[in-house]
């Protein structure tokens, strides 16, 4: 690939090697290349916001590009649809309940067995391959291992460990380890998007390189508010029961944020099924067909009610990231090591923090905060785990 060719790869921010072994895999695809380049089902690992999710849009973007002269041009109509997530020969997965289950995955098998309508290649996309229920895995895993002759399998998850992707699936695929990309590449990839070059810079300091919360940071003034209300956490730990209450708005807000977002979907999935099951229909047999719709309703009613605990779960999570940070900063400063620091716009807290506690101390408080996260994502009620977290803080820190 030459590095001043224009094309989807070249857009991707971080490692120079992934680009060059996804385009040498498209390119023996395309040419129909009997190297060792290209093959049917692919693992992409890496951390979360390090851009695995991107990088296999561009790779079956690659894929499915017409033009004849640029692999994965990134300006054709198959390109574009294919970054969009509209193309119709990709199929893409993205959860947005606790799993992906049984029946959705083979809804996909059926999908992938398919031949390619417009394109060379029919390409399946599983973002969050870690969430894959045990049964669909196995499900999935004949799949996996004889795809049809003309479709690519792409996985996405966090690190080949039994707990993200099962062993089996694990070594049917091609692995590709996709790394954090640096902050400067992350504010670059964001001016690029038109962002001003100061709110990028710090947008990707605060994330830590995560390319998706970057950009929202950068583009939502609500998510800059939450993280400067999440990090200020830290100094109502001294005053009393006020870093409590402060929890409590925290996990109110995310809810009804989490209700406002999701309202528009359920009230059309809602509206969709029961257009396909008649409700409100008027005749003889409307009242027969309608027998039996209750269990219907409350399966969607569920699978909507997953998705906003998913919701809440993650925006908690992110938000324990970012305090996380803050502590990780005043660290730094304690050790005057020249790291730079996560939130640099904090810089006086993380100081503060620094002055008040021992490294133990802000170990301690590390500690606290990872215990909170594992809480929550082992189904402790959110309000519970963040008061357990704030009164080990409050302990670490000697904040009686």
Same mark, same amino acid.
């Given at each position: 690939?030459?590095?001043?060719?224009?094309?989807?790869?070249?857009?991707?921010?971080?490692?120079?090697?992934?680009?060059?072994?996804?385009?040498?895999?498209?390119?023996?695809?395309?040419?129909?290349?009997?190297?060792?380049?290209?093959?049917?089902?692919?693992?992409?690992?890496?951390?979360?916001?390090?851009?695995?999710?991107?990088?296999?849009?561009?790779?079956?973007?690659?894929?499915?590009?017409?033009?004849?002269?640029?692999?994965?041009?990134?300006?054709?109509?198959?390109?574009?649809?294919?970054?969009?997530?509209?193309?119709?020969?990709?199929?893409?997965?993205?959860?947005?309940?606790?799993?992906?289950?049984?029946?959705?995955?083979?809804?996909?098998?059926?999908?992938?067995?398919?031949?390619?309508?417009?394109?060379?290649?029919?390409?399946?996309?599983?973002?969050?391959?870690?969430?894959?229920?045990?049964?669909?895995?196995?499900?999935?895993?004949?799949?996996?291992?004889?795809?049809?002759?003309?479709?690519?399998?792409?996985?996405?998850?966090?690190?080949?460990?039994?707990?993200?992707?099962?062993?089996?699936?694990?070594?049917?695929?091609?692995?590709?380890?996709?790394?954090?990309?640096?902050?400067?590449?992350?504010?670059?990839?964001?001016?690029?998007?038109?962002?001003?070059?100061?709110?990028?810079?710090?947008?990707?300091?605060?994330?830590?390189?995560?390319?998706?919360?970057?950009?929202?940071?950068?583009?939502? /003034?609500?998510?800059? =508010? *939450? +993280?400067?209300?999440? &990090?200020?956490? $830290?100094?109502?730990?001294?005053?009393? @029961? #006020? !870093?409590?209450?402060?929890?409590?708005?925290?996990?109110?807000?995310?809810?009804?944020?989490?209700?406002?977002?999701?309202?528009?979907?359920?009230?059309?999935?809602?509206?969709?099924?029961?257009?396909?099951?008649?409700?409100?229909?008027?005749?003889?047999?409307?009242?027969?067909?309608?027998?039996?719709?209750?269990?219907?309703?409350?399966?969607?009613? /569920?699978?909507?009610? =997953? *998705? +906003?605990?998913?919701? &809440?779960?993650? $925006?908690?999570?992110?938000?324990?990231? @970012? #305090? !996380?940070?803050?502590?990780?900063?005043?660290?730094?400063?304690?050790?005057?090591?020249?790291?730079?620091?996560?939130?640099?716009?904090?810089?006086?807290?993380?100081?503060?923090?620094?002055?008040?506690?021992?490294?133990?101390?802000?170990?301690?408080?590390?500690?606290?905060?990872?215990?909170?996260?594992?809480?929550?994502?082992?189904?402790?009620?959110?309000?519970?785990?963040?008061?357990?977290?704030?009164?080990?803080?409050?302990? $670490?820190?000697?904040?009686?």
């Amino acid at each position: 690939m030459n590095d001043t060719q224009n094309n989807v790869f070249t857009r991707l921010a971080g490692s120079p090697y992934v680009r060059r072994v996804l385009f040498d895999a498209a390119q023996a695809a395309r040419t129909g290349s009997p190297a060792a380049a290209m093959t049917h089902a692919w693992l992409f690992t890496g951390p979360p916001g390090s851009g695995r999710s991107v990088a296999a849009r561009a790779f079956a973007a690659a894929l499915v590009c017409e033009n004849p002269d640029v692999i994965g041009c990134g300006e054709c109509v198959d390109c574009r649809t294919a970054l969009a997530g509209t193309h119709g020969d990709i199929i893409h997965v993205a959860t947005e309940e606790l799993s992906i289950s049984v029946k959705l995955i083979r809804e996909v098998i059926a999908e992938a067995a398919k031949l390619p309508t417009t394109a060379p290649w029919r390409v399946v996309i599983i973002e969050d391959a870690d969430r894959l229920s045990d049964g669909a895995a196995n499900a999935f895993l004949k799949t996996v291992e004889e795809p049809p002759a003309q479709t690519v399998i792409i996985m996405c998850a966090p690190s080949t460990d039994p707990q993200d992707i099962s062993i089996t699936l694990r070594s049917r695929c091609r692995h590709v380890y996709i790394p954090t990309p640096p902050i400067s590449e992350v504010a670059r990839l964001l001016e690029s998007e038109g962002i001003p070059s100061a709110h990028a810079s710090l947008a990707a300091a605060a994330s830590a390189g995560h390319i998706g919360r970057a950009r929202h940071l950068a583009r939502f /003034e609500e998510a800059q =508010k *939450r +993280r400067a209300s999440v &990090l200020n956490l $830290a100094a109502l730990i001294y005053r009393g @029961d #006020l !870093a409590f209450r402060e929890t409590n708005v925290l996990v109110k807000t995310i809810e009804e944020e989490g209700k406002n977002t999701l309202a528009g979907l359920e009230q059309k999935e809602l509206e969709t099924l029961q257009n396909a099951l008649g409700i409100g229909a008027k005749g003889k047999g409307a009242a027969k067909a309608l027998r039996g719709t209750k269990k219907i309703l409350d399966e969607l009613e /569920e699978k909507q009610k =997953k *998705r +906003r605990t998913r919701f &809440l779960r993650d $925006a908690i999570d992110l938000a324990l990231v @970012d #305090l !996380a940070g803050l502590y990780r900063d005043a660290l730094i400063n304690q050790a005057n090591s020249g790291v730079d620091v996560i939130h640099p716009d904090f810089q006086k807290l993380s100081q503060e923090l620094a002055e008040k506690n021992s490294p133990s101390d802000l170990v301690a408080c590390l500690d606290a905060i990872n215990q909170c996260r594992k809480a929550i994502g082992q189904n402790v009620r959110p309000i519970v785990a963040l008061d357990a977290m704030v009164g080990r803080i409050r302990l $670490a820190c000697r904040a009686s």
